[in-house]
């Protein structure tokens, strides 16, 4: 039997923590791969925090049994032999275990020995890794979902002319060893979904957190079409886009790129040019919403170009931030006033000298992905999890900007 709420109960979807009346899959275990540590504490605090009130009438059922415990996380280890080649070991039993695994394969911090070297884990090595401890589960657990905040290979979803289709190999790789749900955050093109068309697979999009980050930190932030618009730096940014504009209620322009056709640089035909199209951005405020950043310079292109059409300040928001090319470029830009504020998740791994940057937030989601399990844990629809306008409508109205 599932809970029944009321609708202001679906508002922010802890329906969980409120008269629980469906049972658990299982116990519950989250395993942290590393480099997903600090992420994977945090999530874990909130879980054991909220279940030391949750469903007390129910603790001592043996429907309920292991649900209130001091930690949720499951003891693996990923040891390597000296080749550089590894296994997984799980330490404890998860016979019955409702797994959730936490994976960043873009932390490039983690490195382990080969022949005398250190060297960093690729996200190969990191997708490697993750199917080592899929297999070394055995097929104990009841069920096994897979969360990866930045999904492994996104870009690599379609193929042009003679190339590998790597994201839906390695999703079906994943489906084969028996992973039940994989959940991702903002997935570069969510089509890719369509290699495993059986499978459960949720595309999380962190709107609302976005935004509550942005309202925090812009004390003077005017959100009206007077003066705030969103802005597109591709053509394949703009479904999202269209999302934040709609919810903010302001105006739409996007930037598209001239390439040429002839050459091929690292895989892709080069960028000629980015030229925009869309109303007048002079003295508004500029949000440039993506999914990603990757060396930034096309992102900074967008900016100086947008300065250049006379518009005021200007707030980068993505889901992720790799910063491939180091931190100087933007250093410099943000000095010569390009842009005032670079908003990325706290999805993939941020090093110690981003954090430290004047320009940059990081926007968290360690709550939300926390709501995800608890939700799914018991079974229950994430709808209104996944439905963010809601949420946003609240802190817009609580900020006195809506």
Known sequence: MRVKLERSQLYMARQTAININSIPIGPLGIIG???????????????????????????????FYGYQRDTYKINVSIPRFGSGEGKGVINESVRGYDIYIIADVFNYSCTYNMYGMTVPKSPDDHFADLKRVIHALSSKPKRVSVIMPMLYEGRQHKRSARESLDCAMALQELVDLGVDNIITFDAHDQRVQNSIPDQSF?????????????????????????????????????????????????????????????KIVNGRNPIVEHQYL?????????IIVDDMISSGESMLEVASKLKSLGAGRIFVCTTFGLFCNGLDVFDKAYADGIFDRVFTTNGVYQTPELLSREWYVSVELSKYTAYFIDTLNHDMSVSSLLDSASRIDKILTEKGLK
């Not at 949750?54 to 603790?59: F, N, R, V």
């Not at 934040?244 to 302001?250: D, H, R, Y």
């Not at 869309?278 to 500029?286: A, Q």
């Open 33 to 63: 791969m590393p480099g997903c540590e600090a992420l994977t504490d945090k999530i874990d605090s909130y879980l054991v925090k909220w279940r030391k009130t949750q469903a007390q009438e129910h603790a001592e059922t043996i429907a």
């Open 202 to 262: 949720e595309n999380v999009m962190p709107t609302y957190q976005m935004i509550k980050a942005l309202v925090n930190n812009v004390d003077d932030l005017s959100v009206n079409k007077d003066h705030l618009m969103i802005i597109s730096p591709d053509e394949g940014a703009m479904q999202r886009c269209i999302y934040f504009a709609t919810q903010l209620g302001v105006n739409l322009g996007m930037f598209y790129k001239r390439r040429d056709y002839t």
């Open 278 to 286: 869309g109303d007048s951005v002079e003295g508004k405020d500029i």
